[in-house]
């Protein structure tokens, strides 16, 4: 009974985790998991953290302008629109086998924050080379996302 009682414990609080980023953002197999942990870090830790996961094996790493532009603009964002409460999937577009681009909408209590992700995969991680974002989603989602379905 005890070593039940062990397991369930421990399953749950496994599985707790997912649950909660599947509540935020239904994860669809084909968003890049670099993707995902960044969001994952972003509610736990704030957008520095997430810059540390977005940036990870990308040329974005090394280049420290590039990111604190990134980081800062995610910064003021939230100063403006409350704090971050989740995120959703937009739509996941793959254009190589080495490439895709990822939109997303990072949800603050005041309004939304679109970003696109541009993946790549040269061996067998992705990384990020590039994030846009803006708070008009005119500016960042591709027109197809405005026709009528």
Do not use: H
């Not at 403006?80 to 190589?96: D, F, P, Q, R, S």
């Not at 990384?127 to 008009?136: C, E, H, K, T, V």
């Amino acid at each position: 009974m005890n070593k039940l009682f062990t397991f369930l414990a421990l399953s749950f609080a496994l599985c707790a985790p997912l649950a909660a980023q599947t509540a935020s953002a239904p994860v669809s197999s084909d968003v890049p998991t670099i993707v995902t942990d960044g969001f994952v870090a972003y509610a736990k830790s704030g957008s520095d953290s997430a810059m540390d996961v977005w940036c990870k094996n990308s040329p974005m790493e090394a280049d420290l302008t590039n990111r604190m532009t990134v980081a800062t603009n995610l910064t003021k964002f939230e100063g403006a629109y409350g704090k971050y409460i989740g995120w959703e999937l937009v739509k996941v577009y793959t254009l190589t086998p080495s490439t895709k681009v990822i939109f997303a909408v990072a949800k603050f209590e005041k309004g939304p924050l679109w970003l696109a992700f541009s993946c790549y995969k040269a061996t067998d991680t992705w990384n990020i080379p590039f994030i846009g974002m803006a708070s008009d989603a005119m500016k960042i989602l591709p027109a197809t996302a405005f026709k009528e379905q």
